[in-house]
């Protein structure tokens, strides 16, 4: 566990408390129920991180002038990860699916893995996804930082 997360955890609880009222808002004004807005948030989130790790793998900072703002953006995901203690789009979202084993929807990656190994401990689950996904995460900002200072060294970009 991040040690100083006793400091800052007053505020993380009150950025939760916020993000919930928000969804129970949306979901009282647009008319949909929970589950449907935690699909919808769902969607956005494997998008939304799927998107960035494409534009970080598949395309190169010369010809891509937003690749700094997706290194910059998967950086700052990742550090926010670190500091609140887990994803805040997975803690909405198991708030709105009303589950409280949920671990996101990048888990179904792993599924299959902890069906065949009989992995059903919610913990173990959990801390395997979490280092599975902060190991993705360290991967793909190395990666991208290379990319970039070879990209610079070159002369190539600024």
Same mark, same amino acid.
């Given at each position: 566990m991040n040690p100083l997360y006793p400091y800052y955890k007053p505020f993380s609880?009150?950025?939760?408390?916020?993000?919930?009222?928000?969804?129970?808002?949306?979901?009282?004004?647009?008319g949909l129920s929970k589950?449907?807005?935690?699909?919808?948030?769902?969607?956005f989130h494997t998008w939304i991180i799927g998107y960035s790790y494409y534009e970080l793998y598949f395309s190169s900072p010369i010809e891509n002038k937003n690749y700094i703002f997706y290194y910059n953006f998967t950086f700052w995901v990742a550090f926010s990860n670190f500091v609140l203690n887990g994803c805040v789009l997975v803690k909405v979202e198991r708030y709105l699916f009303e589950n409280k084993e949920y671990l996101g929807p990048h888990n179904m990656l792993?599924?299959?893995?902890? !069906? /065949?190994? @009989?992995?059903?401990?919610?913990?173990?689950?959990?801390?395997?996804?979490?280092?599975?996904?902060?190991f993705g995460f360290l991967i793909t900002l190395?990666?991208?930082?290379?990319?970039?200072? !070879? /990209?610079? @060294?070159?002369?190539l970009i600024l």
């Amino acid at each position: 566990m991040n040690p100083l997360y006793p400091y800052y955890k007053p505020f993380s609880y009150l950025l939760m408390k916020s993000l919930y009222y928000l969804a129970d808002l949306i979901c009282y004004k647009t008319g949909l129920s929970k589950s449907q807005l935690g699909k919808i948030v769902a969607i956005f989130h494997t998008w939304i991180i799927g998107y960035s790790y494409y534009e970080l793998y598949f395309s190169s900072p010369i010809e891509n002038k937003n690749y700094i703002f997706y290194y910059n953006f998967t950086f700052w995901v990742a550090f926010s990860n670190f500091v609140l203690n887990g994803c805040v789009l997975v803690k909405v979202e198991r708030y709105l699916f009303e589950n409280k084993e949920y671990l996101g929807p990048h888990n179904m990656l792993l599924q299959p893995a902890f !069906y /065949y190994l @009989n992995i059903n401990n919610y913990n173990t689950k959990k801390t395997i996804q979490t280092n599975f996904m902060m190991f993705g995460f360290l991967i793909t900002l190395l990666y991208s930082k290379l990319r970039i200072l !070879y /990209y610079e @060294n070159q002369g190539l970009i600024l």
